[in-house]
């Protein structure tokens, strides 16, 4: 697959808020390998290739377990999650897969009782994030598999 447009070619400016609400993420008291999982497992469910390479080098430069990013597809067959990632990848899927439909109050209860309303916030900003960027990238299609750890930093 060949790249349709380079970062290069957009507009001076074209991904300045985005990076901005990214390094607010970074700073959050979210677990780094907790938003490593939910930007795994969100660019697994919109297919964004390059995300998922990004998102693999960076989980595994912080630590995170071969094991565990291999069984993001199938994370409620396994074991390998906390009840806390449980939760937020239970959001993160309702998040992506939205529609037209509201967040469920089970489940935002549940999110409740691991996360502060302000870090439910942050989860929601950050899932929204993944998403914008695995649509950005599935239209200008970069090349999968050139990310370099903290590329981006």
């Known amino acids: 697959m060949t790249t349709r447009i380079s970062y290069q070619d957009v507009?001076?400016?074209f991904?300045?808020?985005l990076m901005k609400s990214g390094m607010y993420i970074k700073k959050s008291t979210l677990d780094p390998l907790l938003l490593e999982l939910l930007h795994y497992r969100v660019s697994q469910i919109n297919g964004c290739a390059y995300c998922l390479d990004m998102g693999?080098?960076?989980a595994m430069a912080k630590g995170e377990l071969q094991e565990r990013l291999h069984g993001l597809a199938?994370?409620?067959e396994f074991s390998w999650y906390t009840e806390?990632?449980?939760v937020a990848l239970a959001y993160a899927e309702a998040l992506t897969n939205a529609s037209s439909q509201d967040i469920e109050d089970a489940l935002f209860a549940q999110l409740q009782q691991?996360?502060?309303l302000a870090e439910i916030a942050d989860l929601a900003l950050a899932v929204s994030l993944t998403n914008v960027w695995n649509r950005i990238n599935k239209t200008f299609r970069p090349v999968a598999g050139s990310y370099q750890v903290g590329q981006y930093a």
């Open 15 to 17: 991904a300045d808020g």
């Open 56 to 58: 693999h080098k960076e």
């Open 114 to 116: 691991f996360f502060t």
């Open 84 to 86: 806390q990632e449980r």
């Open 11 to 13: 507009n001076k400016g």
């Open 74 to 76: 199938a994370w409620r």
